[in-house]
């Protein structure tokens, strides 16, 4: 069967780093908090933006009246 090198070496870092915490998810994640406060790398937020948001449900519901002033007038 054959091997990728670089992901058993990711896999075998990821173990020392998570037994070096004792495998504490609580631990392991205060570290890397500290870890990034105190990098200079920006940090980028992916979370969706509340106006893209707003308008297209905004407009979803438009549509939807739209279709529901549609179905009244054809019956």
Do not use: C
Not at 25 to 43: G, M
């Amino acid at each position: 069967m054959w091997t990728d090198e670089i992901v058993e070496e990711i896999h075998r870092i990821r173990e020392e780093y998570a037994k070096s915490f004792d495998y504490d998810l609580d631990a392991i994640f205060a570290d890397l908090r500290k870890k990034q406060a105190e990098s200079s790398k920006e940090v980028v937020n992916l979370s969706p933006k509340p106006v893209l948001t707003k308008h297209w449900s905004g407009r979803l519901r438009d549509l939807a009246e739209e279709a529901k002033d549609i179905s009244r007038h054809s019956t």
